[in-house]
């Protein structure tokens, strides 16, 4: 079993920055990958971005690349997404996610993860 606790949400205007972390806890060892991931009212929850754990190698949608980057902290067991140049459509609540079943293939997919955190909650302001 592994648990994620995320935090760092809150309420920023449009163009302002936040960094959300993610706290893994558990079995970790068996990680092979992380991602965030994110849902607005009354929509589906979305891929955002996604870090190997052992190489760094990263990965994002495409609406935020330039503005959002992830990173890990392998001492602490801790992702981070820094949000750069945020959006009133960022609005969301952002999950972070574990895979320890090996699925690159489903990067992107909401079962390519086996873990998943309560979430952490960003509102931005126009």
């Known amino acids: 079993q592994v648990q994620l606790v995320e935090s760092g949400g809150g309420l920023v205007q449009a163009g302002g920055s936040l960094r959300l972390s993610c706290a893994a806890s558990?079995?970790?060892?068996?990680?092979?990958?992380m991602g965030w991931f994110r849902q607005a009212p009354g929509k589906e929850r979305e891929f955002v971005a996604r870090?190997?754990?052992?190489?760094?190698?990263?990965r994002y949608v495409d609406s935020v690349k330039g503005r959002f980057t992830i990173s890990r902290d392998n001492a602490k067991n801790t992702v981070y997404l820094q949000m750069n140049s945020l959006k009133p459509e960022d609005t969301a609540n952002y999950y972070c996610?574990?895979?320890?079943?090996?699925?690159?293939?489903?990067?992107?997919?909401?079962?390519?993860?086996?873990?998943w955190g309560q979430g952490t909650q960003v509102t931005v302001s126009s």
């Open positions: 996610a574990a895979d320890q079943s090996f699925n690159p293939s489903m990067a992107t997919m909401i079962g390519g993860y086996d873990y």
């Open positions: 558990g079995r970790t060892d068996s990680t092979y990958a």
């Open positions: 870090i190997k754990w052992s190489t760094g190698n990263t």
